[in-house]
């Protein structure tokens, strides 16, 4: 009798233990992010979009320097913009903002549109709060699944390495558009 009801007992904290540890993996759980602890380590799968409005009254980049020859460019080698981009849970300029893209980046290509990027994506929902991931890479905008290098972080991505996916979700002629970033950054435990 004795060990049934020692057997009954741990089987009661066991089953506790996984519902604790089940319910602990799930709660920082967003529809955009999802964090896997293996061990050591911390895989965060990211999915947003980065808006980029560089025309109009409400632009959220804008040029801040260009070389002589930029406007004569067709690629607009030269430019530097200085960025504050909103990052939305879907592609809707009205779905949830969930933080943002703050730095700049630089058209780097003669021939072919390519963007030197450094931006810091800095997130505002949930557990991410105040945490943020720096991207430093080469964006060669016309391509889709184009690969960038996630270099660094804070909070929750601190000492964070990875790679983003971006593909162009919509373009205008202005200049503006909207990218859906899907986002995996490696952190320790």
């Not at 540890?21 to 992010?33: F, G, N």
């Not at 980065?50 to 959220?60: K, L």
């Amino acid at each position: 009798m004795e060990l049934q009801n020692l057997t009954i007992t741990l089987v009661i904290i066991l089953v506790s233990n996984i519902f604790t540890c089940v319910q602990s993996q799930t709660s920082d759980q967003t529809l955009w992010a999802k964090r896997n602890e293996t061990g050591k380590e911390v895989i965060t799968a990211l999915q947003f979009y980065f808006h980029d409005v560089v025309s109009g009254p409400n632009a959220t980049a804008t040029r801040i320097a260009q070389a002589a020859e930029t406007n004569a460019s067709s690629t607009q080698f030269g430019g530097l913009w200085m960025v504050d981009d909103p990052l939305t849970e879907g592609p809707e300029p009205s779905s949830k903002l969930i933080g943002r893209a703050r730095g700049l980046y630089g058209s780097a290509g003669q021939t072919d549109f390519g963007l030197i990027m450094a931006l810091s994506y800095v997130f505002t929902d949930g557990v991410y709060d105040g945490s943020s991931f720096s991207l430093l890479s080469f964006n060669p905008v016309m391509k889709s699944g184009r690969e960038m290098a996630v270099v660094g972080g804070t909070g929750l991505f601190r000492l964070a390495r990875g790679y983003a996916i971006a593909n162009t979700y919509q373009a205008n002629a202005s200049g503006d558009a909207i990218v859906g970033y899907n986002v995996t950054i490696i952190t320790y435990v």
